[in-house]
């Protein structure tokens, strides 16, 4: 049976399913009293040593660090088993306060011994706990007994005493199964949808290795029909292909920023501050078409073709196609493995973190490729592929939303929760 905490008024949340709104009131409830701490000791045992990683749960430590960590401690580690919680008191941008998963699928584990495990009892929900970790309860709660300093070994000196103390608003456990059912489905949903757009982007990167020539041929193994009997693919110098493109910025243009992922962004949305310079005649002008490449990162992928004419950092370099050349096609020939590799030959720089792609050098650099008509086809069918992805991103995004915004009003507000 559920044991409430002495003098705690009971709380509801907005959102009720019909069975359970004229129902009691949800009552506080502490981990101490929800749970009973795992403490039993590896030992001689061989068992797979585990991390936690905020945002992804459990990983073995040697995928997380490279390496084994556990070292001479490793008889002290805890043994945690497939249901059991495991606390961990690293900070974390998403749970600065230390995150809360639960192992499922591992069987048995080695859980460093400066984690806190334990265990449901009887009438408590996995699935409802589970939830209310993912909203940050504990940490909201955690948060006051930290200091600035309150570290040790890169970890929180957060005490079993307060992590126990913590409370948790808890209904009866019909409903702490209802909730937990409805969350779950959620899940399953988000993380069909999550296949669907990790499918999307693998096929997208397959099709790029057939639609490109591999090094050393001159011909990629995939042709659109009309291209077919069309000739091998030819090498021209970049310089050939893109002009540098050095003009002053002019008042009222939109500035822009170049990312590694996302292409060309307005800076606007970013959030956060950038200190590059405001004045336009400061900044480069970029005309609509023309590919802006961040010298520092080209070797990373640092590029994009601008939708718009704007303005960008003096510090990119900005491309100017000339005949025979397509940018959206040069965006993404930009981007494929064996091309990267070119790019960082032709960079200079002391070491890799200082790489540098001048103008000049780029100019040198040799690239294969076919007539402009089959460089637009290759461009299209790519970008089509991308507004797919963009487009399952979007809903898989709303789910998320949609989850998030129906935890706020299944639960009650975290605020409201004094231990």
Not at 306 to 312: G, M, N, R
């Amino acid at each position: 049976m559920m044991k409430p905490a002495i003098n705690k008024p009971t709380l509801t949340p907005k959102l009720r399913f019909s069975e359970f709104r004229d129902g009691e009131g949800w009552e506080p409830v502490s981990l101490g009293d929800a749970s009973v701490p795992v403490v039993e000791r590896v030992g001689d045992r061989k068992l797979t040593p585990v991390s936690i990683s905020a945002g992804i749960g459990f990983v073995p430590q040697a995928e997380k660090f490279g390496r084994d960590i556990s070292g001479n401690q490793y008889h002290l580690y805890t043994v945690a088993r497939d249901g059991d919680f495991v606390y961990n008191k690293g900070n974390s941008l998403k749970f600065p306060q230390g995150c809360v998963y639960q192992l499922q699928g591992w069987g048995e584990v080695a859980a460093p011994n400066v984690f806190i495990c334990f265990r449901l009892k009887d009438g408590y929900s996995d699935g409802f706990f589970k939830n209310c970790f993912e909203q940050n309860v504990h940490g909201m709660q955690l948060k006051r007994h930290i200091t600035s300093g309150a570290r040790s070994n890169g970890l929180l000196n957060i005490s079993k005493e307060h992590f126990f103390g913590v409370v948790i608003p808890t209904p009866k456990p019909a409903e702490q199964h209802k909730i937990a059912d409805c969350l779950s489905s959620l899940d399953d949903l988000i993380a069909a949808e999550r296949q669907k757009l990790d499918a999307l982007k693998a096929h997208k990167q397959g099709l790029m290795q057939y639609l490109f020539p591999r090094e050393g041929e001159t011909r990629p193994r995939l042709r659109f029909p009309e291209f077919r009997d069309g000739g091998e693919w030819v090498m021209r110098q970049a310089g050939s292909l893109f002009a540098n493109r050095i003009a002053k910025g002019e008042q009222g243009l939109p500035i822009y920023s170049v990312t590694m992922h996302d292409g060309m962004v307005k800076r606007d949305s970013f959030d956060r501050n950038f200190y590059d310079i405001e004045d336009a005649a400061g900044n480069k002008k970029v005309c609509r078409h023309d590919i802006a490449y961040n010298m520092m990162r080209m070797w990373q992928g640092a590029l994009g073709v601008a939708p718009e004419d704007c303005l960008v950092s003096p510090a990119y370099i900005v491309l100017a196609p000339l005949k025979g050349a397509v940018p959206e096609f040069f965006q993404y020939m930009f981007k494929l493995p064996a091309t990267l590799l070119l790019l960082t030959s032709h960079s200079r720089g002391l070491t890799k973190d200082r790489l540098r792609l001048y103008y000049d050098d780029f100019a040198h650099i040799p690239f294969r490729c076919p007539d402009c008509p089959e460089q637009h086809k290759i461009a299209s069918c790519l970008s089509s592929l991308d507004d797919q992805i963009a487009a399952q991103s979007a809903k898989l995004e709303a789910l998320k939303t949609h989850k998030k915004g129906l935890m706020q009003q299944l639960f009650p507000s975290p605020a409201e929760v004094e231990p």
